[in-house]
């Protein structure tokens, strides 16, 4: 953020606001972290936020502090509703374009209020009043941390928002172990241990307390794996009947793309997951190295992300997706493998 920005929001918060925080449709940990640190942070700060989800989030992430009062805009629809409409303030957080957040897409675009955009994907909408975009941050909390930090007021970083933040950056650096990991993301993870952020604890509650049913998915979809080492690719499909055999809950999925990513020579993984309510394959990338997935995802998958994780749609049967992505994927060939 320029100085122009801090001022901008330092007015803008000295008066109280009716706020409303909203993360992207099937919110991750970065989502869900960056939004209840942020609506800890602005209670402290006098203003009454409230975090509306444009649907549910994973079970895994329902024990951070505060969760338990984040509306889902699906099942909690009037109240939302209300609040949006009384809303002078909305922070839009991990994603930086409408189309992301579903059935809340038509409400924001004929909302007219003050918008905060914070955000580090790439090719950032220019909807908002006050844009903090940073692609080379590791994380929306990161840049929740820095937020806090531009209006001189880390001291008020308690245990809880500690934990929020602490609990994004983690998540969306797959443990520290991405590129975007710098050493201030290091410093700044140290400081929030320092604040009361237990990472042993985290790091628990979020990767090590798993029912059978996702241990089997993952078993299902490992043994669906394909490898092309001529493409140095690996891709996963998982089917809706496969998904509902398994008692499929969301977020179950969550890292399986990643261990493509784990097999010697392959620098390119993907999953195909079939969602028959939506009528669509979701879509996750991931690379290593200088293949951006985002550009892949964006100009193939109606999608995007960053270079070495992004996601895209199909919205044509698994065979003719899969079907498509080798036909492209023969284009890629002196790229993935030089």
Known sequence: MNLEDIKTVKSILSQPQNIVIIP????????????????????KMGQKPTVISPNDFPKFLKWMPGNDAILNFEKENFQSHKLLKEATLIFTLDFNDLSRIGQLEPILK??????????????????????????????????????????????????????????????DTGSFKYRSTSSRTHRVVADLIDRGANNMEIHQQVYDTVSSSRLHLLGVALSN??????????????????LDLHEFKKGDTEGFVNYGLTLEGIIFAVIFIENKEEGIIKISFRSIGDFSVNEFARKHFNGGGHDNAAGGRSEVTMEETIQNFNIILKTYKSQLNP
């Open 110 to 171: 004929e909302k007219e209020c003050t918008f905060i955009m914070i955000d580090h994907h790439q090719q950032p909408s220019e909807y908002a009043t006050v844009t903090y975009s940073d692609v080379s941050m590791s994380s929306t909390c990161e840049m929740v941390y820095n937020f806090i930090d531009f209006l001189e007021e880390l001291d008020k970083i308690d245990e809880a928002i500690a934990t929020n933040i602490y609990t994004g950056i983690m998540t």
């Open 225 to 242: 794996m394909i490898i092309l080492p001529e493409y140095r690719t690996a891709y996963i499909t998982l089917s809706q009947e496969e």
């Open 24 to 43: 992207h449709k099937n919110p991750d940990g970065d989502a869900i972290g960056s939004c209840l640190a942020l609506q800890a942070f602005l209670t």
